[in-house]
């Protein structure tokens, strides 16, 4: 399908991968509200975006995920200034990962709230919306750490597990409604999210490859649904 003129909402699009994917469907000819937990985030993101492409076509909004209300006004938001919404790309996340004794249960609620109850916020906003246009995409942004779990990742790896399930779970569901639902799962993707800091690692995956698979997904017939992408480095560092 065209890209032309839908509307997406992009969370966690101020950076990283979710940054990616929003210049991706930009490129693409679509409009796109990105959010960030801080008003300055996705303004600046919005900004650098709008002088790249067109300013009328991209909003950045507030928004942390974990907060429904918060997250409806977002999407009423892009609702009226685009007239409505096509797609949601569910990127936010957080990581924490330390051993599970460090783990308080405050660290532990922050991410389950973000990487999980966050989407299943977004969907419960977005989901109407996309009834009202006959149809439309949502993915996900999972990671192959849910179907590999390592140590001092108890709390993202349960919550991208958990994720998963969801929409696996949700595809079924509303596949009749004519919203496909997807979830791509990259392995290590080079950008500051765990912590690591700006340090470069150049086997790693690119969040504009990520990007690429998303819009990929997007454009795919209406016939057939991906409804799982597991995305790795074509050559990670050999195992000693």
Not at 145 to 155: E, I, K, Y
């Amino acid at each position: 399908m065209s890209l032309t003129g839908k509307t997406a909402f992009v969370t966690g699009g101020s950076r990283g991968i979710g940054l990616a994917i929003a210049r991706a469907l930009l490129q693409e000819g679509a409009n796109v509200a990105l959010t960030a937990t801080t008003e300055r985030s996705a303004s600046t993101a919005a900004d650098e975006l709008g002088a790249q492409f067109s300013r009328d076509r991209v909003i950045g909004l507030a928004a942390d995920v974990r907060d429904l209300a918060a997250v409806e006004r977002a999407v009423t938001a892009t609702s009226s200034r685009f007239g409505g919404l096509d797609i949601l790309i569910n990127n936010a996340g957080v990581g924490r990962l330390m051993p599970f004794d460090q783990l308080t249960p405050e660290l532990w609620h922050e991410v389950i709230g973000t990487n999980l109850t966050g989407v299943f916020h977004c969907c419960h906003a977005a989901i109407p919306r996309m009834r009202e246009r006959g149809g439309g995409w949502i993915i996900n942004i999972s990671s192959l750490a849910s179907t590999n779990p390592f140590v001092n990742g108890t709390a993202y790896c349960a919550s991208k597990a958990a994720l998963n399930a969801f929409s696996e779970a949700l595809m079924q569901e509303i596949r009749y409604d004519g919203i496909r639902v997807s979830y791509v799962m990259p392995g290590s993707v080079d950008t500051e999210f765990g912590g690591r800091g700006a340090a470069k690692r150049g086997w790693a995956l690119q969040g504009d490859d990520v990007a690429e698979v998303v819009v990929d997904l997007l454009r795919h017939p209406s016939r057939s649904l991906p409804s799982r992408v597991e995305m790795r480095p074509s050559q990670p560092p050999r195992k000693s």
